[in-house]
C-alpha cells in the first residue's frame, strides 16, 4: 500500500514534530483515564465503608421506619421475627434501636438520635467494644463520632445529661458518658447520633428485645424473606442515595471533568489541526504532482491515526506503570474534600476497569482521527494554487 | 493545426480583490503543437504564472476554453485534473514546492510512487533524473539544507523523472548558475528532440529565451506577439 507506505514515511521522517504530537496525545490519554479512576475508585471506596460500617450485608427495617422523617421514629420498633431472631443468635445479624432524645451539653438543648446496640456485635466496624467500658453507676456509656463530639463540644469522659419519651410518651432522663471518640467518613454514623448499650436503651424505654432495624453480616447468602412488620432493604435500596450523590458529584464536577476533556480534546485538536493547517502548502503540493483528493485525505487520516497509535503505545509505556502504581499506593486527598456531599479516607486508591481503559481509548482515538480528517478534507477542496499560497479557507 | 496538444480560447482570468477583481487573462487564444520548446516570456505581472496554472489545471478559467491533451480542463473535475497531472503533466513551480520532510531522492520519486510504477523502474528513473541536474551527491539532503539553486533542481528532476507528454516549467532557472541552466536546457532540448516532450516555459532569462524556439510575448495579460525563432 502506497498510503501506508507515504503515511509511515511522513511520520518517522517528521521527527521532533511526531514525538511532539504522539506525546501531547498520550498525555491527554493518561490524564482522561487517569481522572475516570479517581472518580471510579471515590465511589468504591464510599460505598466500601459503608458497608463496613454501616450497611453490612443489607438490613430489615422495621416497616415504619423512614430515616427522613423523624416523626416516624416514636413507632419504628417491633420485636424481631423468627427468623431475624435466629440471624443474631447466630452472629449473622445484629440489631439497632433508635430512640430520638435531647443532651443539654453547656445548657444548650440538641436533638440527637439514641442507637442502642449489641457491644459484642461483629457485624459492623463501630466501636461498639468499648461500651463496655466501665462507667460511675447509674451512668450509660456512650460512643460518639468525631463530628458529633465536634458539635456538641463533648470529649472523652465528659458526662451530658440526656432526655427521652419512652414506650408511653413519658419524658425521663439519665446522664451518659462518653467512653470513645471514633473517626469514620461516613456521617450517617456520626452527625448527631449517639450509640449506646441496646439492652439499656430497651430498658429506659421499655421496648425488650424490639429493635428498629437489622444489619446483616456481609457476605450472608439465606437471606430470610421478609415479614409485614420487617422488610429486607437491599443494596440497590441501601446505596439509593450514595449513587445518587456520586452520580450528582459526577454531574456537579462534570463541569470539571469537561474542563479537563476539553484540554485533553484542545492538545489533541492544536496539536494535529494546526499541524494540518500548517501543512496546507504540502497538500497543495501533493494535489499539485496529481494526487486526487481522496488520496490526500487519506493519508493525512492515517498520519493521525497512526500518531493516536503511537500515543496509545506510549502513553502505555509510562501510563500503566503510573496509574498500576496509583492504585497500590493511592493518593493522600486534603482534608477539604471532607466538605463534599460524601467523605473520602485520607487515601483514595483509583480503580481503572478494562472498559475504562477501552472507552477511553477508543474515544480518544475516534477524536484523533475525526479531528484529522475534517481539517484535511476542508483544505484538499480547496484548488491545489489556492492550498499552494497557503490560503485559509 | 487540429493535433495541437494544447488549445485555448478566449481565455479569461479574474483574481477577486475584494468586492472587484483584477482581470490577469484578458482573452488569450493560444494552440501548442506537441514538441514544441515554447516560451512565455514578459514583464512581471503579465500573467504567465497564471495562464501556466490553468493549463496545468491547477487553478480554474473564469471564461473561455482551455483543452489539454484532449481534456477540457474546465469542465474536468478534482479526480479527473488529479490524473491528469499525475499521469502526463509535469510541473516546476516558481517557487519549488518540494515536501519538506522528503529528502531529495524522496522528493524525486515521489510522482513515480503515485504512479504506482515498481521499485526498480523507480529507482533507475530517479538516479538518472538526479544525474541530469547533477545533484547525486545530494540525494539524502532535505530541502531545508539546500541552496534554491539546488532546491531548483530538484524541482526540475521531479517534473521530469516521470517523463511526461508536456513540461510546464515556472522560471526553471531563475536561481542557477550559467553552467547549470546551459546544461540542464541542453538536457530539456534533446529529451525535447527524442522523445517529442512539449516544453512550455515562463522566463525572462536571455539563457532560457535563446533555446527556444517559439516566444510568445504576454503583457498586460493579453498575447503582444507570437514568434517563431529559426535556430541554425
Ligand atoms: N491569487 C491572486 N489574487 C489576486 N491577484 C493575483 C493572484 N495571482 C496573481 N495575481 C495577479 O495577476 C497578475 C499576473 O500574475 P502572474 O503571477 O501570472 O504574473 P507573472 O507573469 O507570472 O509574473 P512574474 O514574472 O513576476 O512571475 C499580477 O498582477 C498579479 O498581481
Ligand atoms: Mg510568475
Known amino acids: ?393 | 493545426m487540429e493535433n495541437a496538444i494544447i488549445k485555448i480560447r478566449g481565455l479569461v482570468k479574474d483574481y477577486p480583490m475584494g468586492v472587484t477583481y483584477f482581470r490577469a487573462l484578458k482573452g488569450i487564444n493560444l494552440d501548442v503543437q506537441q514538441g514544441e520548446f515554447t516560451g512565455l516570456v514578459g514583464p512581471s505581472g503579465s500573467g504567465k504564472t497564471t495562464l501556466l496554472n490553468i493549463i496545468g489545471a491547477l487553478d480554474n478559467p473564469t471564461q473561455g476554453e482551455v483543452e489539454v491533451l484532449g481534456y477540457q480542463v474546465d469542465k474536468l473535475n478534482h479526480k479527473q485534473a488529479a490524473r491528469l497531472r499525475n499521469e502526463n503533466l509535469g510541473f516546476i513551480f516558481q517557487t519549488y514546492n518540494l515536501l519538506p520532510v522528503y529528502n531529495v531522492y524522496e522528493n524525486v520519486e515521489f510522482p513515480l510512487l503515485l504512479l504506482k510504477k515498481s521499485a526498480d523502474e523507480r529507482k533507475e528513473a530517479v538516479i538518472q533524473a538526479l544525474e541530469w541536474v547533477g545533484l547525486m551527491d545530494k540525494i539524502k539532503s532535505r530541502p531545508a539544507q539546500l541552496s534554491g539553486g539546488e532546491c531548483q533542481r530538484v524541482a526540475i528532476a521531479r517534473a521530469m523523472v516521470k517523463n511526461p507528454r508536456i513540461v510546464l516549467a515556472d522560471e526553471p532557472t531563475a536561481n542557477l548558475d550559467a553552467a547549470n541552466s546551459h546544461h540542464i536546457l541542453q538536457t530539456m532540448v534533446k529529451l525535447n528532440q527524442e522523445l517529442r516532450t512539449t516544453f512550455l516555459f515562463a522566463t525572462h532569462d536571455d539563457k532560457v529565451i535563446s533555446y527556444l524556439r517559439r516566444a510568445i510575448t504576454l503583457r498586460d495579460g493579453m498575447i503582444a506577439e507570437d514568434k517563431i525563432i529559426q535556430t541554425t
Do not use: C
Open chain 1, 1 to 393: 500500500m502506497v498510503i501506508l507506505k507515504l503515511a509511515f514515511r511522513n511520520i518517522t521522517h517528521a521527527g521532533l514534530r511526531t514525538w511532539l504530537n504522539v506525546f501531547i496525545l498520550s498525555f491527554a490519554f493518561v490524564l482522561i483515564i487517569w481522572v475516570q479512576g479517581l472518580y471510579e475508585g471515590m465511589q468504591r471506596q464510599v460505598i466500601r465503608d459503608m458497608q463496613a460500617i454501616e450497611v453490612g450485608g443489607g438490613q430489615f427495617w422495621q416497616r415504619n421506619y423512614d430515616p427522613y422523617d423523624p416523626l416516624t421514629l416514636d413507632d419504628a420498633h417491633a420485636a424481631l421475627s423468627s427468623e431475624l431472631q435466629h440471624l443474631v443468635q447466630n452472629g449473622n445479624a445484629t440489631l439497632v434501636l433508635i430512640v430520638p432524645a435531647a443532651i443539654f451539653p453547656e445548657g444548650r438543648v440538641q436533638s440527637v438520635i439514641l442507637r442502642g446496640i449489641d457491644p459484642n456485635q461483629k457485624i459492623v466496624s463501630l466501636p461498639s467494644q468499648e461500651l463496655t467500658n466501665k462507667v460511675s453507676p447509674g451512668v450509660i456509656p456512650a460512643v460518639i463520632g468525631s463530628r458529633m463530639a465536634k458539635s456538641a463540644n463533648l470529649a472523652k469522659d465528659e458526662i451530658v445529661t440526656v432526655r427521652w419519651r419512652d414506650a408511653n410518651g413519658v419524658f425521663d432522663a439519665a446522664e451518659i458518658q462518653i467512653v470513645a471518640i471514633f473517626n469514620t467518613h461516613i456521617q450517617t454514623v456520626d452527625v448527631s447520633q449517639i450509640w449506646v448499650p441496646l439492652q439499656r436503651l430497651q430498658e429506659m424505654v421499655h421496648m425488650p428485645g424490639e429493635a428498629t432495624y437489622v444489619i446483616l453480616k456481609q457476605g450472608l447468602n439465606n437471606i430470610p424473606p421478609g415479614s409485614p412488620d420487617w422488610i429486607y432493604r437491599d443494596y440497590d435500596f441501601l446505596f439509593a442515595d450514595i449513587n445518587n450523590i456520586v452520580k450528582s458529584k459526577r454531574a456537579g464536577s462534570s463541569i470539571f471533568f469537561i474542563i479537563l476533556m476539553a484540554m485533553a480534546l484542545l492538545a489533541v485538536f492544536d496539536t494535529q489541526v494546526l499541524a494540518i493547517f500548517r501543512r496546507r502548502k504540502e497538500m497543495g503540493t501533493l494535489m499539485a504532482l496529481g494526487m486526487t483528493r481522496r488520496w490526500v485525505i487519506s493519508l493525512f487520516t492515517l498520519e493521525g491515526s497512526l500518531q493516536g497509535l503511537l500515543a496509545i503505545l506510549v502513553g502505555a509505556v509510562y501510563g500503566i506503570p503510573f496509574l498500576a502504581f496509583q492504585t497500590k499506593v493511592g493518593i493522600s486527598m486534603p482534608q477539604a474534600v471532607e466538605q463534599g456531599g460524601f467523605n473520602l479516607g485520607a487515601t483514595l486508591y483509583p480503580v481503572y476497569s478494562f472498559k475504562l481503559f477501552l472507552l477511553t481509548t477508543l474515544f480518544l482515538f475516534i477524536s484523533v482521527v475525526i479531528v484529522s480528517f475534517l481539517p484535511t478534507r476542508r483544505i484538499s477542496k480547496l484548488k491545489p494554487t489556492d492550498a499552494l499560497r497557503g490560503k485559509t479557507t
